[in-house]
């Protein structure tokens, strides 16, 4: 099930249950017809749920356009205080329409419905919540500067918003990302065009209308929707209107977007794929690590950019490990959204079924043991429609392999011994990505030293994805450029221009 484009309008295809929604591109406060028409599939069991419009380079410059009037308006002469009164609102209005937003993002992605509330939704709320506080208590940096003629100089830096800001996101926490980077840009007062995934267009434009409703005003934020290169995203990134691009998915997009924004010299803020890694030491408590264990492998069905894909285990509880995952992977239940006993939904995708099977037939061709799961699962009925895939481990592999390299971004890792503290750390760090790892051990001061020695952004010890929205959270080499979160996002949303005045 590849989203297919058409031309508008889409011909109606005879299919059972209820007729596809018609979602628009969202400019200027009224929604807007695409060029072109795609169809959204359900990840459940693959029938045909929304048909979306495409934006095309027309309807990109009027987003662009929309946002940019909208910085002249009323938005860009409001109080913090005013803006953080209505962030705060919007989160207000998100608790009130939680169940719909739950359901477009169940809709989309095919998560257990305890996940998009409990993760998705939740979050969304907090994120508003979070930066309505941090803009409120920011302060200005100032200097008093002495100078040798025994005068003084008062240096302080005011800041303004960076401009309009491209947020360009992806399809696994589609409105948890989302908010994470829309919340700080409209925090600091900048307008906004948001490029949603393909393949989880409901949230954002539910979203859109929930901030008109909350009172941002009309304009502020603009989502277009389409594809990435040749599409809406590359039209985006390219378009000269924007000042700054805000943007979380795979490395190699990310890489495509310097490029798109690098005659224009644009700041950027990325946060990327990871190939992250858990260490259990023989001191941890066992079950407590391996009960984190499964959380960090399978939750999200694996597609969370912190998820652990690579498990090195001290060898003298290496067995007791592997059996008590594998144990734990079994007790997955895989099902239908709605029912309270799934734990686990399918991938996003077809296609992204495929990729994460041909890392399933590399592993076993790599010459791994397979622990658990490795198959594509029959759950019977429309479910075998639907993008479903086991919960799978592998023993056997090691750092030279692809499998254990590879980001794969399903519900599958491979374990692996060592023997030495050191000799851990240097297998976590040899990765040409750097964004998070989880260091499971009952020796305090060792859970401080290797979580400090990993290189990455995020290091838990002894739990995984516990967050403090104030924290800053990005990841080093392929997983990313900046930091956001508290001030962090406050640096990246802003340009600060120093006044420095002669006393
Ligand atoms: N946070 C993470 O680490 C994530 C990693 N992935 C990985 O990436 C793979 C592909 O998933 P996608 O959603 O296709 O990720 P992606 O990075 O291709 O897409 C993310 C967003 O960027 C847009 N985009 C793609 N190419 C673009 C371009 N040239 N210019 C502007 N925008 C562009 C997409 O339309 C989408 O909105 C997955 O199989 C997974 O391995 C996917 C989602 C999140
Ligand atoms: O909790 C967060 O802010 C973000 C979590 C996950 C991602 O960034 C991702 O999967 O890309």
Redesign the pocket.
Known sequence: MPAQTTSLPTAAAPEAGPAPRTIRNFIGGAPVDGVAAFDKFDPVDGSRIAVVHEAGAEQVDRAVAAARAALDGPWGRMSVAERARILRRVADVIDHRAEELIAAEVGDTGKPEALARELDVARAAANFRSFADTVSAAGLDSYLTELPDGRSALNYAVRKPLGVVAV?????LPLLLLTWKLAPALATGNTVVV?????TPSSATLLAEILVEAGVPVGVVNVVHG???GSA??A??RHPGIDGVT????SS?GS??MR?VAPRVRPVSF????KNAAVVFADADLDHAIAGLARSTYLNTGQV?LCTERIYVERSVFDDVAAGLAEQSRRLRLGRPEDPATTTGPLISQG?RE?VRSYFELALEEGATLLAGGGIPTLGGELDGGAWIEPTLWTGLDNSHRTVRE?I?GPAAALIPFDTEEEAIALANDTDYGLAAVTWTSDLARGHRVAQRMRVGMSWVNTWYLRDLRSPFGGVGLSGIGREGGHHSLEFYTEPTNVCVQL
């Open positions: 360009i996101v992806p399809w696994n490029k949603p995934s393909e393949e594809f990435g290169a995203g590359e985006l990134t943007f979380t998915g795979e997009t495509a977007i798109a946060e990327l794929g990871g950019c992204h990729k980001e971004f």
